[in-house]
């Protein structure tokens, strides 16, 4: 796992301060699975809330709405130099993460216990926001590989 604590890593902790300090919180009043529960249940909710935004004016299993991930997607390496987009199409999207500043600045926390939970919500707000559409995470940094490797794959 990359651990340089470089403009990136630096700008992405400012940015989850809040985020550090809700974790230290539940790691130390809860059990470790409430924790970890807890912890599923918020990254959840916050990806759903940002692709809600993202559908907006789309209706579920449509191409349309499909096409709105992927064009939001598709704009994410321009402000995330660690992501690349593999493969886009009308029925698949297949990106790839050479980097996770989120598992770098949870492991420097002593918070690495919580870095699945945001993995665990690319497929909970699939399932939920894109009833049609299949997802693999083919690679994990999370869980030792390099790099992170996503797809999505929408279905007729």
């Known amino acids: 796992m990359h651990s340089s604590k470089d403009e990136i ?3 992405k902790k400012k940015a ?3 985020t550090l300090s ?7 009043n809860v059990t470790k699975s409430k924790a970890i529960e807890i912890a599923n249940d918020a990254a959840a909710n916050f990806m759903i809330s940002i692709y809600r935004d993202v559908f907006e004016g789309t209706k579920p299993s449509t ?3 499909f096409d709105a991930f992927r064009n939001f997607y598709e704009n994410h390496p321009k402000t995330s130099p660690y992501c690349e987009i593999l493969e886009s199409t009308s029925k698949t999207l297949k990106v790839v993460f050479h980097r996770c500043p989120y598992a770098e600045i949870l492991k420097e926390e002593d918070l690495f216990e919580f870095a699945n939970s945001s993995c665990l919500s690319d497929l909970v707000f699939t399932k939920k926001l894109l009833p049609n559409v299949s997802f ?3 690679r994990s940094i ?3 590989d390099n790099q ?3 797809l999505w794959r929408k279905e007729n």
């Open 9 to 11: 890593f630096n700008e």
């Open 16 to 18: 989850l301060r809040s």
């Open 22 to 28: 809700f974790l230290k919180a539940i790691k130390k």
């Open 63 to 65: 191409q349309k709405r």
């Open 136 to 138: 693999k995470r083919e």
């Open 142 to 144: 999370v869980k030792g």
């Open 148 to 150: 992170c490797v996503m």
